[in-house]
């Protein structure tokens, strides 16, 4: 499985825009790069994916480094409700969606 | 609906006790999944069924015995089980469970004590 590094938590101001960074170094060039979130007190969510191109959907975008060796989840404007926990997994298509550490986002009023 | 529902949200049990979580969802989708969390931990995969069947087992010890009675339905029995099982466990759906591109949808999770 391809490994990932997050940085443990980040803080942010709302209405301000957050950039969320991930290594994946060991990605294959098949695996696509998923992030999901998770609000306290549920289950995770996705957010969004992507294997080459930087993708843009309503909740966030995606920046992916041209070697795809890492790549940046990018909340334009963050609001109180994004606060969560944020992983970022490649995804090898073989049932195993393998959760790292993610990173703690903290956002203040 | 793109839901994933699962009961009882909350479960306290005693070792000796026999229990069972109980996962649904009605998006078509035939891969289900269980997924087990420790407080402050990333969520661990503990099995996967595709097509109601048993795909993948990580090494989960017997004490948790997986069941997919039709393809919207997925159930977790539980059994003597011990107080270090105490966690959230997540319910998640995908499509087939092959993509590369699949999205998981999960459950807001049981959150299971064990005295």
């Known amino acids: 499985d391809a490994k990932t590094t997050q940085p443990n938590s980040m803080e942010s101001n709302e209405e301000e825009p957050v950039h969320l960074p991930c290594n994946h170094s060991?990605?294959?060039?098949?695996?696509?790069i998923h992030w999901y979130r998770q609000l306290p007190s549920q289950g995770p969510e996705y957010v969004i994916h992507?294997?080459?191109s930087n993708v843009n959907n309503r909740m966030a975008s995606l920046a992916i480094a041209e070697d795809r060796k890492s790549s940046t989840l990018i909340l334009h404007r963050a609001t109180l409700r994004d606060a969560a926990v944020y992983y970022c997994?490649?995804?090898?298509?073989?049932?195993?969606?393998?959760f790292g550490t993610g990173t703690r986002l903290l956002v203040s009023p | 609906d793109t839901e994933v529902t699962q009961t009882p949200k909350h479960l306290v049990m005693g070792m000796t006790n026999k229990k069972s979580l109980k996962c649904e969802q009605h998006?078509?989708?035939?891969?289900m999944y269980w997924y087990k969390q420790k407080a402050k931990k990333p969520p661990e995969l503990m099995f996967v069924?595709?097509?109601?069947?048993?795909?993948i087992n990580e090494s989960v010890p017997s004490r948790f015995s997986p069941e997919c009675p039709n393809s919207s339905l997925l159930n977790l029995h539980l059994h003597a089980l011990q107080p270090e099982d105490s966690a959230l466990y997540l319910c998640?759906?995908?499509?087939?469970?092959?993509?590369?591109?699949?999205?998981?949808?999960f459950g807001s999770g049981t959150q299971l004590s064990v005295l």
């Open positions: 060991t990605i294959s060039g098949t695996d696509y």
């Open positions: 069924y595709s097509y109601e069947k048993l795909s």
């Open positions: 997994i490649p995804n090898t298509g073989f049932q195993k969606l393998v």
């Open positions: 992507g294997l080459t």
């Open positions: 998006m078509g989708h035939r891969a």
């Open positions: 998640a759906s995908s499509q087939a469970g092959f993509g590369v591109d699949e999205k998981l949808f």
